[in-house]
Every structure is written in structure tokens, then in C-alpha cells.
């Protein structure tokens, strides 16, 4: 494998594939998790930046996995005095983002079906991992208008919209038997 100096590392997220780690993500979380331990003004931006470039220098094995991921982060985290902040990272698990127009753009259009069974692959393979607490669909007015070849919303838009969201409730109950998650799709 070759690791570029500015590639960001990843993050294997068991079988849901693997993910490159966003800075603003890790800020956030890590602003989170310094709020839990009684940290109000808490640089985080600074910190996330320190935990990526410790992570970078250390990316002989990679992707990480998400224990490793959280035991570096915990590292780093003792390492510049900031130790009691490591039990909060990430207490509430992994919020996750899915594009639903990226998953309709590798189905042809009017294929509805297709887009149907791939979706509902999607849930499976994000929730096999237990790692996800929550997970944000975004882009579902785009991934509609795509799927029935429309350039604007219609009814039909409408009715096929009600539809997926219905559908994509049950795939997430369906794949998160053993966690409960919490979702939003927009």
C-alpha cells in the first residue's frame, strides 16, 4: 500500500467498508467529548489536527480499525494532558452520512428495484459493525428526481419519495436488530 503525506487516514468501520477521517468530524466529536468531561472552551480544532497528524506519521497499518482508531485518539489525547476527555470520545457511537444520490448515480435510471435492493444492501453492510449509533440520508430529493429521470418534482417525485423513506425505516430497524439507531433522512 501506498500512503500518500497528504492523504487522510482511514478508518476501517468493520464490514461497512472503510472511510477517510474529515478533521471537522473529529473536532466535533472530540468538542463533545471535552463538553462531557467539563471542558467549556476547549481548543478541539487544534487537537483533532494533532490526533490526524499523529495518526499520519503512525499509518503502517492501515486502515485503522475503530479500536485502534479510539486508542490512538486516547493517546494523544494522555499525551498533551487531556486524558479524562478519553472515556467521553465517542460514548454515543458513530454518527454516519450517506448520500443517496451517490448510491442512485451507480443505478440506471427507472430502475427502481435496483435502487430498492441497493439501498437496503447499504443498511446492512453500514449496521453489521454495531458501530452506528445514528446515520443522516441526505440528498433524497436529488436521489428521486435521479432514479425516475425527472428534472422536477412532481406527484409521481412525491409518491416515490413517501415510498423510500418507508422502505429505508425498515431496512434501518431491520439491520439494527441487536442496537437501536436513529436516523434522519433530508
Not at 448510491?103 to 443498511?123: M, N, R, S, T
Not at 428526481?145 to 409521481?156: I, N
Request: aromatic residues 8%.
Amino acid at each position: 500500500m501506498i500512503c500518500l503525506s497528504d492523504t487522510p487516514p482511514l478508518i476501517q468501520l468493520g464490514h461497512g467498508g472503510t472511510v477517510a477521517l474529515e478533521l471537522a468530524w473529529l473536532s466535533e466529536c472530540l468538542q463533545q467529548a471535552a463538553q462531557a468531561a467539563g471542558y467549556e472552551d476547549w481548543p478541539a480544532a487544534d487537537v483533532a489536527r494533532t490526533v490526524r497528524d499523529f495518526l499520519s506519521a503512525n499509518s503502517s497499518k492501515q486502515p485503522y480499525t475503530m479500536e485502534r482508531f479510539t486508542q490512538a485518539v486516547g493517546c494523544v489525547l494522555a499525551g498533551i494532558g487531556y486524558d479524562e476527555v478519553t472515556p467521553h470520545f465517542l460514548q454515543g457511537g458513530l454518527q454516519l452520512h450517506v448520500s443517496l444520490l451517490d448510491v442512485a448515480k451507480d443505478i440506471p435510471p427507472g430502475f427502481v428495484l435496483g435502487v430498492f435492493k441497493a439501498y437496503e444492501q447499504g443498511c446492512q453492510k453500514l449496521l453489521s459493525s454495531g458501530l452506528a449509533s445514528r446515520i443522516v440520508f441526505e440528498d433524497l430529493h436529488l436521489a428521486v428526481k435521479l432514479t425516475l429521470g425527472r428534472s422536477h418534482w412532481s406527484r409521481a417525485c412525491e409518491a416515490f419519495a413517501e415510498e423510500l423513506v418507508d422502505f429505508l425505516r425498515g431496512s434501518v430497524l431491520k439491520a439494527s436488530v441487536s442496537v437501536p439507531v436513529a436516523f434522519i433522512i433530508r
